[in-house]
């Protein structure tokens, strides 16, 4: 049954905040002690979900709740996490050059063997199948998993923190080696597909640039390597060639050939991160919001898509992260009510109150048409942005304990 409820029919309370925060952090925790022992685990990312999605963790699902578990004064549990992401950098069942996958199965990590990938058994074909995108290698996904070890690090121990920092650093060496540096010189999009061969893909992502450029400048910040510096900036001016003054919006990025800029569709992301991963943003930047109240609003949230079809309860959440960050708290509480009446009986958050939501993408480059949805399911990657939002807590930047 789907729970569409627009934030204006809630009445607002003032520890609607407190209320979310306590919710999403309850249900992160249940989520890893669900997992038996205190070894290292991935979290299921749609644990209602069957087929192609069955025992799915995405590492950027699972990248944002180890964040937000942090943020939830939840530092053992998230350790868990970033245990099974140092497991995943270091051994892989085909490649031995740092990657991460874009998924694994959830459950338990063993500690000296591969991460195993999720999949399904098909009774008519007799055989196993496995998804095309979760085998591959996403770069946006790669510094996404970098920046979950970077908080893991500033959260523990220094003598743990060194292991988390080099995992860090072998995954944004990975993600170095996508650099095209062809005008607009950026980062690539990564690989899609199975070994031995994936797809390469070409196009630059304006969303994967702000990841990496993030990532980067964090591990700059150590000042045990000269690349980092470098690599932000160039990340960043990518971000910034992205900027379209006129409309007052980031485009996505460019198509295929990594030169010519995309300028149809607009992904709500791609507003809103640059004004969280920059902190010297320029002020012309922030008319992205007016863009986003223009183009994204929807039902009283926001969804993916240009006029959007459903409300996506991930990005909506980013909009209140963002406005917080921003100091417009009051901006940012109108939109907490929405979130908290996304909780599904488990305790996560749907990922779109509506059956299903467009977005106007491509799941990868077999698709034959723009197959990427979000679907009204209980889910792990907004149950993490919509704690990131109650705790104003920027995953994109340092947060020294």
């Known amino acids: 049954m789907c729970v569409c409820i627009a934030a204006s029919a809630i009445p607002a309370r003032a520890d609607t905040r407190a209320d979310l925060a306590s919710v999403g952090c309850a249900a992160l925790v249940a989520a890893v002690d669900q997992v038996p022992g205190q070894g290292p685990m991935f979290l299921d ?13 995405f590492t950027y699902d699972n990248a944002l709740a180890l964040i937000a578990l942090v943020s939830c004064n939840e530092v053992a549990r998230a350790r868990r996490i970033a245990d099974a992401f140092v497991v995943a950098v270091a051994h892989d069942r085909s490649y031995g050059d740092h990657r991460i ?45 970098a920046l979950a070890l970077l908080t893991q690090a500033d959260a523990v121990e220094p003598e743990a923190a060194s292991r988390y920092r080099a995992g860090a650093a072998a995954l944004m060496g990975w993600a170095e080696a996508r650099l095209d540096r062809r005008r607009p010189a950026g980062l690539e999009g990564g690989l899609f597909g199975f070994e031995p061969a994936p797809i ?50 980031f485009l996505i990025g460019t198509g295929d ?41 929807v039902a009283g949230g926001y969804g993916f898509a240009l006029h959007p079809d459903a409300v996506w309860t991930e990005g909506t959440a980013q909009m209140a ?28 958050l749907y990922a779109s109150p509506q059956a299903r939501m467009r977005t106007g993408l491509a799941i990868g480059p077999t698709s034959r048409t723009d197959d990427l949805y979000y679907f009204h399911l209980p889910h792990l990657g ?20």
Not at 224 to 242: C, K, Q
Not at 329 to 346: H, K, Y
């Open 382 to 401: 907004a149950t993490a942005w919509a704690v990131l939002a109650a705790n104003t807590w920027n995953p994109f930047r340092r947060h020294i304990h």
């Open 101 to 145: 996958r874009n998924g694994y199965r959830a459950g338990a990590v063993l500690p000296d063997r591969p991460p195993d990938l999720a999949g399904w058994w098909d009774d008519t074909a007799a055989r196993w199948y496995e998804d095309a995108y979760q085998a591959g290698t996403a770069t946006g996904n790669v510094a996404w998993a």
């Open 45 to 57: 990312s749609y644990p209602t979900a069957g087929q192609a999605l069955a025992q799915a963790a």
């Open 321 to 348: 992260l963002t406005l917080g960050v921003l100091g417009d708290t009051g901006g940012a509480e109108r939109l907490f009510p929405l979130l908290l009446a996304q909780r599904a009986p488990g305790g996560f």
């Open 200 to 249: 390469a893909q070409h196009w630059k992502s304006t969303e994967h640039n702000i990841d990496a450029a993030a990532a980067a400048v964090w591990l700059a910040h150590e000042g045990t390597d000269p690349r980092w510096g470098p690599l932000g900036v160039l990340a960043r001016d990518f971000v910034a060639a992205m900027w379209e003054p006129g409309a007052g919006r």
């Open 257 to 297: 050939d990594g030169q010519t800029f995309n300028r149809e569709p607009s992904a709500l992301d791609t507003q809103l991160w640059p004004l969280l991963a920059f902190p010297d943003a320029p002020q012309d930047w922030h008319r992205a919001l007016d863009w986003v109240r223009g183009q994204h609003a």
